[in-house]
């Protein structure tokens, strides 16, 4: 088994507070394809090399997840921490078989599809990392099994162009969806998977891709302008597998290639850091969402609202489903403040 195909997820001691009737987290101690131009929200980002969100002009919210035990349910389902919990209602060898069906699904498709096989040793915290290694060589004939990559050639200019060309192919059938590789048949399995899953977990899988869709799709703020909404992925998992598991879990319509990042070698802070720069503006606002103390440290030391999730029966913290596009809108005004105007929590006054 692979390690890098779920997150490490080692938990830490987290204390909360009520503020503003909200659940506030604290750590303690914490062929010829080109690249695409680097887009925000599919192809807004047109913005050259400066602040990506230098060319919009309206408010932006940029929600910030985690994947493992967050978005799906995967670990706690391998080891039967997630069915044992409830007590001998949901049967916790299903579960096991459950996530190792998907676990052995992923890693096939990693090593078959993305390359992972030769690349596993060369985790980078993005996609587009590699971008300036890739002269833009038709790949259409290109022959990837006998090009001389050598995964752990990492100061190897040549090497790196190899990698860049790997990643190049990847942001590309990940684009293109799992339906351009794979019939009918073998699709119809993973959505049964799916379904099988969700009933096991109360729908949490198909409740979190319904709260990033509302995400996804923006709202009006009181003065009627339009205000942005972008999803980002931060995992603790390698970043091919996150990718495919985005492919599986149904995500990738929602959450576009270039906006996955792995913390698996510089952790949750650099990534939080990277997404930052690339979005930091006036009117742009950020929110972090995951079940970890690493996510959660990170978040407070960018001073992000942060909103914790808990897939255990027994908790405080927020479920799938519940979590929705309104709960974290009232995270964002708690830290950043009510800038539409509203006075409803003017209670002091």
Known sequence: MRAQVISPGSRGNVRGFRWHK???????????????????AEGRRRCGR????????????????????????????????????????????KGIEIGKTWENQILRICDDYFFY???EGCNKPFVDAMREY?????????????????GTAFDDDANKKKLAYRHRIIAHKYKKGLRSLFGEKMIKSWDNLYEVTDDLTD???????????QCASGNKDSNGSGAENINVIVTSGSLIPSLVKCLLFRLDDLISYDNVYSSWEVGKYQCFSLIKERFNGPNVQFCAIGDGWEECEAAENMQWPFVQVDPLPVTTSHRFPGLNLGTLGHYISVVYGDHDGDDDDDDDE
Do not use: H, P
């Open 22 to 40: 909200l659940y506030i987290v604290v750590c303690e101690g914490i062929g010829d394809e080109r690249w695409d131009e680097v887009n925000v």
């Open 50 to 93: 400066g602040t990506a969100m230098q060319c919009f002009q309206s408010k932006l919210n940029v929600f910030v997840w985690d994947m493992d035990e967050t978005l799906i349910l995967l670990k706690s389902l391998i080891t039967g921490a997630y069915t044992k919990a409830f007590n001998g209602s949901k049967d916790v060898q």
């Open 117 to 119: 096989e030769q690349i």
């Open 134 to 150: 890739d002269d833009g060589l038709d790949l259409t004939d290109y022959d990837f099994a006998n090009d001389g990559f050598v």
């Open 203 to 213: 729908k949490w899988l198909s409740s979190a891709r319904a709260c990033v869709a």
